[in-house]
């Protein structure tokens, strides 16, 4: 086992009682002193949420072939971003299964800023370089030297306002802006996990502690992991490791909205366009219990008593009760009564849509 | 964290009161510190014989499942239905209104251990 990484902001996280675990290679916070039942409710509650996501990596594309670039490794199409726009998309491999999910940034026609996970960083760098060698573009991993905030909840926008030279109030929803944060550059974007309004703050690591300590000053609160994750399900939001993966493609995971098979060439492509043709071999499905208890990942799904197939994220949600994401049999996504194992006894469900709960995201 | 004098505890960080031929079951200030906010228990059924050192109920919190042992052996008497819907109970009052189960004693126990004993256990 290779020694944890910290962020800049780990003392921070202690002085505030973080309880830190491993996640993603880093000593990371599960939550704070008042738990993360009240962290989820200070966010989905109009509170601004602060969140440490700098586990996360960053990559810089530039050069003339960007855009050619980005189209071939990535599935959504790069020529509709515009300049401050921002998108989600993924890197698949030649057999059409997730490398990862990323979101990017155009910042010109020859310069562009992917956000990764930081599981899947290493991979994603070494994957993303040795394409590079056919296009005429840089590909620079900046993951070690920027810390990523983020900042989400009805108040993020004023917590955040003070400290930024831009007007927030212009940056729509996946719009972002090269901004000035305390006097040194940044990016800010519209974005989140949550399904709340609220921004992804990118600064230099040099300027972690001063922005964080400040946004606290302005009425943020610290939230960690499990609250992160509460929330991120409640919106149905995909996770690799969990909905995605490298054994599943965009069909399966219901994520061909950022697959777009009309843009000319792009790895994975006929792979994914093969299996749509022969149809996936599982769907992810939206379930809600109807009876007791509390859906976890790896539990199995039965649908008229036969296993069809197993959980992938489930919770406990306040607002929605015992909510889950399931890949079943492609025959059982929509029909056949839907049970989850839960110690040996048969749990009811029901199949429902997405997100669980209201979001409140600024469209 | 409190422990209080009048109980005896479990390696596994239960607590058991005895008093008389019965015996109430809950899970120490330790555990559901440990645990974090507890969001569902799977009560036993009154009725249900259990032995000592046997998993009889299930908290579970944001983030884990966990099984609760029984202290004693007996049969269940009574269970706290309160906790099917305030499971916080556990969190807020684990001593108090966050008991779990009552048993009539039966045979056999697990290792049983003072509140000096259960402080100095924590501590080891």
Redo the contacts between chains.
Sequence with gaps: MTNLLKTPLFDAHVALGG?MVPFAGFEMP??YKS????EYTFVREGGAGLFDITHMGQVRVTGSGALAFLQFVTTNDVSKLAEGQVHYSALLNDSGTFIDDITTYKISDTEYYLCINAANRHKDVAHLQAQAEHFDVCVVDESDDTTLLALQGTAAQAALQPLVDADLESIGYYKFAQVQVNGTAGIVSRTGYTGEDGFEIYIPNSMASEVWSQLLENGAEPIGL??R??LRTEMGYALYGHEISDAVTPVEARLMWITKLDKGDFIGKQAVVDRKADGPKQRLIALKLTG???P?EHYQVFVDGEPSGEITSG??S?MAGGVALAYVKPEHAQTGDLSVEI?GKQVAAERTTLPFVRSNVRR | MTIPADLKYTKEHEWVRIDGDTATFGISDHAQEALGDIVFVELPEVGRSIDAGEAYAVVESVKAVSDVYAPVGGEVIEVNEALEGEPELVNTDPYGAGWIAKVSIGDGQVELLNDDEYTTFLEE
């Design positions: 309880k599960v939550q738990g993360a039942l009240k499990a609250a994750d509460m007791r208890g509390i976890r919770m406990h306040p110690r």
